[in-house]
């Protein structure tokens, strides 16, 4: 089980590393992912209340802290709303304290900007998608 899960890990950090790099990962005979459509920043315009290098430094941020403990799939299906976002990261606060409070603060106006009810579900790869929703 243990080998199984690390290899997953592995193999999802790897597609999100070649796809911040700005190289397309298969994931599958069919489809490319695209880690910038699912943490999409929009160019020379805000996204949500962040300017483009806020969002920026905040999509690395998740990209380069949440995951080192499971996968995006949790995080872009949460669909929280503001309050449910704040909430849930004090919870990821305690666990993480050496995340400076400005960062945690960009990542969840980050989160709160794109996965909310507002926003659809983005779609994920069966790869990404079969790894579920366990509780981040």
């Known amino acids: 089980m243990i080998k199984t899960m690390t290899a997953?890990?592995?193999a999802v950090a790897g597609m999100?590393?070649?796809?911040?790099?700005?190289?397309?990962?298969?994931?599958?005979?069919?489809e490319e992912f695209d880690v910038n459509k699912v943490f999409w920043c929009d160019a020379g315009t805000k996204t949500?209340?962040?300017t483009e290098a806020e969002c920026i430094a905040s999509r690395e941020a998740i990209l380069g802290?949440?995951?080192?403990?499971?996968?995006?799939?949790?995080i872009v299906k949460a669909q929280k709303d503001k309050k449910g976002w704040v909430a849930f990261m004090q919870t990821h606060k305690t666990r993480t304290p050496d995340i400076?409070?400005?960062?945690?603060?960009?990542?969840?106006?980050?989160l709160q900007g794109h996965y909310n009810p507002q926003n659809p579900v983005p779609k994920l790869?069966?790869?990404?998608?079969?790894?579920?929703?366990?509780?981040a």
């Open 8 to 10: 997953r890990v592995a």
């Open 16 to 30: 999100l590393a070649l796809s911040a790099m700005g190289m397309s990962a298969p994931v599958s005979a069919q």
């Open 48 to 50: 949500g209340e962040q």
């Open 65 to 74: 802290q949440c995951t080192v403990c499971h996968a995006i799939t949790p």
């Open 100 to 110: 400076a409070d400005d960062v945690y603060s960009g990542m969840t106006t980050f």
């Open 125 to 135: 790869p069966p790869e990404l998608d079969a790894l579920g929703v366990p509780p």
